[in-house]
């Protein structure tokens, strides 16, 4: 009941920012928290932050806290990543994910999450 789409990667130098936008569908948008994953090549899909439905509380992985920030725009439907000072360690798919459910096991964990977009890919170079 939910579709996620994905836009704003590409490739961008060492220190440079990108804003990624996670356009979601359906009226109930506003009740899911969301949350980014990466997967870089050759390694598996890791957690980047989390946003509550109401978007009053974030989390964010400790390898990008200071630098990224996630957020949403629930009259728009559309949650953000606003990534600053990229490394190239930062390159990978990105990925937004939709959590329906009224009970939280593990923020960071993929499986907390019901819906998935089909991510963007960002690529920093040296």
């Known amino acids: 009941q939910v579709q996620l789409v994905e836009s704003g990667g590409g490739l961008v130098q060492a220190g440079g920012s990108l804003r990624l936008s996670c356009a979601g569908s359906?009226?109930?948008?506003?009740?899911?928290?969301m949350g980014w994953f990466r997967q870089a090549p050759g390694k598996e899909r890791e957690f980047v932050a989390r946003?509550?439905?109401?978007?009053?509380?974030?989390y964010h992985a400790d390898s990008v806290k200071g630098r990224f920030t996630i957020s949403r725009d629930n009259a728009k439907n559309v949650v953000y990543l606003q990534m600053n000072s990229l490394k190239p360690e930062d390159t990978a798919v990105y990925y937004c994910?939709?959590?329906?459910?009224?009970?939280?096991?593990?923020?960071?964990?993929?499986?907390?999450?019901?819906?998935w977009g089909q991510g963007t890919l960002v690529t920093v170079s040296s």
């Open positions: 359906g009226r109930t948008f506003s009740s899911y928290a």
């Open positions: 946003i509550s439905g109401s978007g009053s509380g974030t």
């Open positions: 994910a939709a959590d329906s459910s009224t009970f939280i096991l593990r923020r960071a964990s993929q499986a907390q999450y019901d819906y």
